[in-house]
């Protein structure tokens, strides 16, 4: 998937820690918390990441992309 | 914070991963926001005073040969203060491992980070593991966050002195445990053959 996206593993975790805060999609089940962060690499290469809370508190990366499109974009500078 | 400020889609409950990948390969997850905004220290707490003697452990999960799904952990294990100058790479370096580990982990390194520019640094050691299976992949890593996590708190706290062996042994059980399900040690190349035959 990332690989797909041509980002590399390192860059999107560096684009997660580079944000203070990360927006929730909506879940019947409360098992089930998905986040997707805006962030940027340390080279300044803007991405969105997909993450999963894990019920251990750790996190999963599902992908990470960069922004497409107005929308995306104008999401990702407001972030 | 902004709660419910629009109704979107609602995502589904995942049977695995790569459904899960898949899943969002074919659905835009801007459709399923619901305008909730979510400190990174709500969801995944925040480094304790002294917070530069944490260390995060991030075990990275090469795919497998089931699906196309990278798998990673991130597991944090609280490092004493008086062993933050210690070089806890050396734990994972190839003459340190346990015998029969070398064909696993291939990489690791150091660095400073944090929850954008509010959170105190903490420090990571990256790890890289290669698996011939994803569901191999996901038992080691619930093996591993078990073992990892188990150095945290409480009475199960180990001193400062005995958390190096308690780390490495957390090793030796992986490779242990890999060995004795069948995991087949890839390469960088094997792995990357995988991914594109």
């Given at each position: 998937?990332?690989?797909?996206?041509?980002?590399?593993?390192?860059?999107?975790?560096?684009?997660?820690?580079?944000?203070?805060?990360?927006?929730?999609?909506?879940?019947?089940?409360?098992?089930?918390?998905?986040?997707?962060?805006?962030?940027?690499?340390?080279?300044?290469?803007?991405?969105n990441v997909v993450f999963a809370e894990e019920a251990d508190g750790t996190a999963r990366?599902?992908?990470?992309?960069?922004?497409?499109?107005?929308?995306?974009?104008?999401?990702?500078?407001?972030? | 914070?902004?709660?419910?400020?629009?109704?979107?889609?609602?995502?589904?409950?995942?049977?695995?991963?790569?459904?899960?990948?898949?899943?969002?390969?074919?659905?835009?997850?801007?459709?399923?926001?619901?305008?909730?905004?979510?400190?990174?220290?709500?969801?995944?707490?925040?480094?304790?005073?002294?917070?530069?003697?944490?260390?995060?452990?991030?075990?990275?999960?090469?795919?497998?040969?089931?699906?196309?799904?990278?798998?990673?952990?991130?597991?944090?294990?609280?490092?004493?203060?008086?062993?933050?100058?210690r070089d806890f790479g050396v734990l994972f370096h190839r003459e340190a491992l346990p015998?029969?580990?070398?064909?696993?982990?291939?990489?690791?390194?150091?660095?400073?980070?944090?929850?954008?520019?509010?959170?105190?640094?903490?420090?990571?050691?990256?790890?890289?593991?290669?698996?011939?299976?994803?569901?191999?992949?996901?038992?080691?890593?619930?093996?591993?966050?078990?073992?990892?996590?188990?150095?945290?708190?409480?009475?199960?706290?180990?001193?400062?002195?005995?958390?190096?062996?308690?780390?490495?042994?957390?090793?030796?059980?992986?490779?242990?445990?890999?060995?004795?399900?069948?995991?087949?040690?890839?390469?960088?190349?094997?792995?990357?053959?995988?991914?594109?035959?």
């Amino acid at each position: 998937m990332l690989e797909d996206h041509g980002v590399e593993y390192e860059e999107a975790v560096e684009a997660l820690r580079s944000v203070t805060h990360a927006e929730r999609a909506g879940s019947r089940f409360p098992d089930v918390r998905r986040y997707i962060a805006r962030g940027h690499t340390e080279d300044g290469r803007l991405l969105n990441v997909v993450f999963a809370e894990e019920a251990d508190g750790t996190a999963r990366i599902v992908t990470a992309y960069e922004p497409m499109g107005d929308k995306q974009r104008r999401r990702h500078g407001r972030r | 914070m902004q709660v419910g400020k629009r109704k979107g889609l609602m995502v589904p409950r995942f049977r695995n991963e790569g459904e899960e990948i898949e899943f969002w390969e074919t659905h835009d997850i801007e459709d399923y926001l619901t305008g909730e905004v979510v400190p990174m220290e709500t969801i995944f707490g925040s480094a304790p005073a002294g917070a530069a003697s944490d260390l995060v452990v991030t075990l990275r999960f090469r795919r497998g040969i089931e699906d196309r799904a990278p798998l990673s952990r991130h597991f944090g294990v609280a490092i004493p203060p008086e062993l933050t100058d210690r070089d806890f790479g050396v734990l994972f370096h190839r003459e340190a491992l346990p015998r029969g580990l070398d064909c696993y982990l291939v990489d690791y390194r150091r660095s400073e980070s944090s929850w954008g520019s509010s959170g105190p640094p903490i420090r990571e050691l990256m790890a890289e593991l290669n698996v011939s299976s994803t569901a191999l992949a996901e038992q080691a890593a619930e093996l591993i966050a078990t073992r990892v996590n188990g150095a945290r708190g409480g009475a199960r706290q180990p001193s400062p002195a005995a958390l190096p062996r308690r780390l490495q042994r957390t090793i030796g059980s992986i490779a242990r445990w890999l060995r004795e399900y069948g995991a087949v040690p890839l390469t960088d190349e094997q792995a990357e053959a995988l991914l594109h035959p």
